[in-house]
């Protein structure tokens, strides 16, 4: 039983030594999806999620397809960025780390 509390322990303080390291960096956690879209962009997907009580949304690439997220309660690690789309700046959480809680 030791062993599984020090990887679960281990697991935490990654997180917290990466939001440590790099000071725009923030951590959430437990946070629900409302929703989950994935289109194609060249050679990648590009993930964008609508979470809980917040209007700005969060966007990630990957390689391949992922499962749907939308209902499921994920852990973030993400820092604020701002696109310019047709001429207006837009807020969006760029996640560099994301988890099923």
Not at 9 to 24: F, I, Q
Not at 51 to 63: E, G, Q
Not at 72 to 89: C, D, H, K, M
């Amino acid at each position: 039983m030791p062993s599984i509390i020090k990887k679960t322990l281990s697991k935490k303080n990654a997180t917290e030594k990466l939001v440590k390291k790099h000071d725009k960096l923030v951590h959430s956690e437990n946070m629900k999806v409302n929703s989950h879209v994935q289109r194609e962009c060249d050679d990648w997907i590009i993930n964008t999620l609508m979470l809980d009580t917040i209007d700005v949304p969060f966007k990630y690439k990957r390689k391949k397809r992922y499962k749907n997220l939308q209902g499921q309660r994920v852990n973030l690690t993400y820092y604020p960025e701002s696109e310019n789309i047709a001429g207006f700046n837009i807020e969006v959480m760029s996640v560099v780390r994301i988890k099923i809680s």
